[in-house]
């Protein structure tokens, strides 16, 4: 099954995935602006090969596999299928070296969300 990017991912975006990814299936969006495509990072779920490498490094605990999307957050996929629609105006972010999280942050960002804890 596919990995999918959370909404947690919105306005952190942290590249650490990306830098362990096999596959270079993280994306960033480069297109015109548009509302409805929030700044974060998107799985291809079509090369994503379901390795888990991006949970276990994300520190915002934003991937979740496909089939685990907590109710309510079903439109994430969708997002995340964006990558499929409209493949040029994705490109494989650089990896940029962010500080990482205090535990406190994370939960803050979750909340935020109505992530359920």
């Given at each position: 099954?596919?990995w999918?990017i959370?909404r947690v991912?919105?306005?952190?975006?942290?590249?650490?995935?990306?830098?362990?990814?096999p596959?270079?299936c993280?994306y960033?969006?480069?297109g015109p602006?548009d509302?409805?495509?929030p700044?974060q990072?998107?799985?291809?779920?079509?090369e994503?090969?379901?390795?888990r490498m991006?949970?276990s490094?994300?520190?915002?605990?934003?991937?979740?596999e496909d089939?685990?999307?907590?109710a309510?957050f079903?439109?994430d996929?969708?997002?995340?299928t964006l990558?499929?629609?409209h493949?040029e105006?994705?490109?494989?972010?650089?990896v940029?070296?962010?500080p990482y999280?205090?535990f406190?942050?994370v939960?803050a960002?979750?909340q935020?969300?109505d992530?359920?804890?």
């Open positions: 099954m596919p999918v959370t991912c919105r306005d952190c975006v942290d590249t650490r995935c990306v830098e362990v990814c596959v270079d993280i960033e969006y480069t602006p509302p409805g495509i700044n990072l998107f799985i291809n779920p079509e994503c090969i379901n390795c991006c949970q490094e994300c520190p915002w605990e934003a991937p979740v089939l685990e999307i907590p309510g079903e439109d996929i969708a997002l995340n990558t499929l629609a493949p105006r994705f490109v494989v972010p650089e940029v070296d962010k999280p205090e406190a942050t939960q960002n979750k935020r969300w992530w359920p804890l």
